[in-house]
């Protein structure tokens, strides 16, 4: 389907030039309005253009770059006008379909009206339609494919520009998202590498090197790539924030409380996010009381998902079980807290707190809504069982959360205790003793991570800019 809304600059041309008119005056006037555009005088480009079509106007070449000039000025609807009369002058034009797709593909970002399957059916026109391998036409139409959601046909498309023209830096980068899109952090943490080699020099290169090493735990070569971002750009926030994970990384919790206000004060104290981690640093440093206080007051002003889960966190460490709880029941009230985890940290709170059968219905209502497979939930529903003097039952859960954990040592010293109260005697020293042999093997219960990357940072992946490609001759 065609955008209906643009018309050919041919129903408005100028007559065309009689057939004397010298062919030195069209490339004199095309000429000027490239070099024009190279010295960023855009409206005298587009002058040039304009003229370079009053002396021919089937000159496929000028629309194409008076659509180039047109988007620079702003003006992105004329511009697609104008690639459009450059494809229907030249139909099996490389250069023009791709022109036009992307265009198009720009404009549908803006006005939803726009958004058609023209783009992607040009950008395969002029992959097919090209005599050689066209770079720049595979890499807009991986782009096209991957705002789709299709990443796997992104990253084949973005290796095929690349196998045409291994010059071309920037689709290096895009092909790194599309392996952390499919969660293949260190082919993306190689193509990002092979990014930089090849001259894509942006921050959103270092940036995105910075993510996929965090997705590794790669703490130092996420810390070296966000520094090198923050070089480039100081004042941006997600560079900043990476920062601030890398250092949280290593243990360095007041470097990364520092980065973390820095972030912060990059949008003006608007930052969710920045005001989440900073809440978790101070808690990782000791002080729950500050951590409250910054969690609680950005919770009020924008309700993010960690922010509950955090507060609640300080709370605990404050004693206030109760303020603990009820934030975590607002939680699971919201859309993004309704799920296995949100009702499983509600348990462990209300386990401390209120009668054991009220932390047995929210670690049943997260076994349920994980279909089941939960080995946390399922020991903690055992260990509430048996303060409710069931030790059959919780023996049961107890095997259901060793049979989905083998290594759950925890888990297995529990059973052991409930077959015990059970009168079980030697089922129990089994437990007992593969609790053991666990725990000689691991040398940890059940280790948790001192810092975790929150999802939200490790999806804040940028795209590269399209690609035009503009004819050079007239």
């Known amino acids: 389907m065609t955008d209906q809304t643009v018309t050919t600059a041919l129903d408005q041309a100028a007559p065309r030039a009689a ?7 069209l490339r004199d006037l095309f000429e000027r309005g490239k070099r024009l555009w190279a010295q960023g005088e855009l409206e005298s480009a587009q002058e040039a253009f304009r003229q370079a079509i009053r002396c021919d106007a089937e000159h496929a070449p000028s629309y194409q770059w008076l659509g180039a000039v047109l988007r620079d000025l702003g003006a992105l609807r004329e511009a697609v006008r104008m690639w459009r009369t450059a494809e229907t002058l030249a139909p099996d034009d490389p250069r023009a379909m791709l022109n036009l797709g992307v265009g198009l593909f720009e404009l549908g970002k803006f006005f939803v009206a726009n958004r058609t399957e023209e783009p992607l059916q040009l950008l395969r026109r002029a992959v097919a339609c090209s005599p050689l391998p066209y770079g720049k036409a595979w890499f807009n139409l991986g782009n096209m494919l ?3 959601g299709d990443y796997a046909a ?4 973005y290796a095929a520009a690349l196998t045409a023209d291994s010059a071309l830096a920037v689709a290096y980068r895009n092909l790194g998202n599309a392996l952390r899109r499919l969660e293949q952090p260190a082919a993306a943490l190689d193509a990002y590498r092979q990014a930089l080699a090849a001259g894509d020099t942006d921050v959103a290169a270092h940036h995105s090197l910075g993510l996929a090493a965090l997705c590794l735990r790669n703490a130092q070569a ?9 070089a480039l750009r100081p004042t941006d926030g997600e560079c900043w924030l990476g920062l601030g994970n890398a250092k949280a990384l290593q243990g360095d919790f007041q470097a990364a409380l520092a980065a973390f206000k820095e972030a912060r004060a990059s949008r003006g104290g608007q930052y969710p996010e920045a005001a989440f981690d ?3 640093a101070l808690l990782a440093t000791g002080q729950p ?3 409250a206080e910054v969690l609680s007051r950005q919770l009020a002003e924008s309700p993010l998902p960690g922010l509950y889960r955090q507060l609640s966190r300080a709370y605990v460490k404050l004693g206030r079980l109760a303020e603990a709880a009820q934030v975590l029941r607002d939680f699971v009230a919201t859309p993004a807290g309704n799920t296995a985890q949100g009702y499983y940290e509600l348990g462990v709170v209300l386990a401390q707190w209120e009668p054991p059968h009220v932390a047995e219905q929210a670690f049943r209502a997260a076994i349920e809504k994980n279909n089941g497979v939960f080995p946390e939930a399922w020991h903690r529903l055992g260990r509430a069982l ?4 069931k030790p059959a039952l919780a023996v049961e859960a107890f095997r259901y959360a060793i049979e989905q954990r083998p290594d759950f040592a925890e888990a297995l010293k529990d059973l052991g205790q409930a077959l015990y109260r059970s009168s079980d005697l030697y089922a129990a020293d089994a437990a007992l003793n593969a609790a053991i042999r666990v725990e000689r093997t691991t040398g940890q219960l059940n280790l948790r991570d001192a810092w975790t990357i929150e999802a939200e940072l490790l999806s804040g992946l940028r795209q590269a800019a399209c690609l035009y490609d503009l004819p050079p001759v007239p």
Request: no cysteine.
């Open 146 to 148: 991957y705002v789709r």
């Open 222 to 230: 996420a810390e070296a790539a966000f520094r090198a971002a923050i």
């Open 19 to 25: 057939a004397g008119q010298p062919e030195a005056r």
């Open 278 to 280: 900073i809440g978790k």
């Open 289 to 291: 009381q500050a951590a």
């Open 154 to 157: 992104a990253r084949e498309a």
């Open 386 to 389: 048996m303060r409710q003097n």
